[in-house]
T-cell receptor, first 117, second 119 residues
Framework: GAVVSQHPSWVICKSGTSVKIECRSLDFQATTMFWYRQFPKQSLMLMATSNEGSKATYEQGVEKDKFLINHASLTLSTLTVTSAHPEDSSFYIC?????????????FGQGTRLTVV | AQKVTQAQTEISVVEKEDVTLDCVYETRDTTYYLFWYKQPPSGELVFLIRRNSFDEQNEISGRYSWNFQKSTSSFNFTITASQVVDSAVYFCALSEANAGGTSYGKLTFGQGTILTVHP
């Protein structure tokens, strides 16, 4: 149980286009999901907290108009990188909390490797 | 604000050696959770352990063991008899929690330690 599926696993896009990444909790409901970004050879940094049915909370320094987050259902959150540029190339990974189980680890998706050319 | 420090950027050992990965954390909360994750080259995060701030018992799982020292704010991870398959990046992470012990869910990660085990 507790599977989080992230799609796509990797994507290459042209500079100036937008890319959508999906994060799905397959066997549990998640009122809260988290989006992290990892640049090559660096740590994971929290970008935003996605709350079902409400606006996402962004960490300082993360542009909310560039990284659009939608959490329209209890099993799906999406991150859209708008007008992507090469500096947005990174590994994006989501995690989700099971709304019924407290004090458990956050379950991570497989991650999405984005390359902007 | 919380902070996690993994002072060892890279460690290189020969197979069958024991290796310890250090983790030091900072938080103002009395209730928090500490984690270790393994990140192989494919990128996914493999959960290894979660420990709450009230449980200082050391834990052993096969070749893995963890030493939690609240007095020094450390949560070190030891791999005994390392194997080539242990080669990966290892992250220590911290999650703060409310007074009731419910984790907020979001993690603060350390910088990661790249472990290379040579045959």
């Amino acid at each position: 149980g507790a599977v989080v599926s992230q799609h796509p696993s990797w994507v290459i896009c042209k500079s100036g286009t937008s890319v959508k990444i999906e994060c799905r909790s397959l066997d549990f409901q998640a009122t809260t999901m988290f989006w992290y970004r990892q640049f090559p050879k660096q740590s994971l940094m929290l970008m935003a907290t996605s709350n079902e049915g409400s606006k996402a909370t962004y960490e300082q320094g993360v542009e909310k108009d560039k990284f659009l987050i939608n959490h329209a259902s209890l099993t799906l959150s999406t991150l859209t990188v708008t007008s992507a540029h090469p500096e947005d190339s990174s590994f994006y990974i989501c995690s989700a909390r099971d709304r019924k189980i407290f004090n458990t680890e956050a379950f991570f998706g497989q991650g999405t490797r984005l390359t902007v050319v | 604000a919380q902070k996690v420090t993994q002072a060892q950027t890279e460690i290189s050992v020969v197979e069958k050696e024991d290796v310890t990965l250090d983790c030091v954390y900072e938080t103002r909360d009395t209730t928090y959770y500490l984690f270790w994750y393994k990140q192989p080259p494919s990128g996914e995060l493999v959960f290894l352990i979660r420990r709450n701030s009230f449980d200082e018992q050391n834990e052993i799982s096969g070749r893995y063991s963890w030493n939690f020292q609240k007095s020094t704010s450390s949560f070190n991870f030891t791999i005994t008899a390392s194997q080539v398959v242990d080669s990966a990046v290892y992250f220590c992470a911290l999650s703060e929690a409310n007074a009731g012990g419910t984790s907020y869910g979001k993690l603060t990660f350390g910088q990661g330690t790249i472990l290379t085990v040579h045959p």
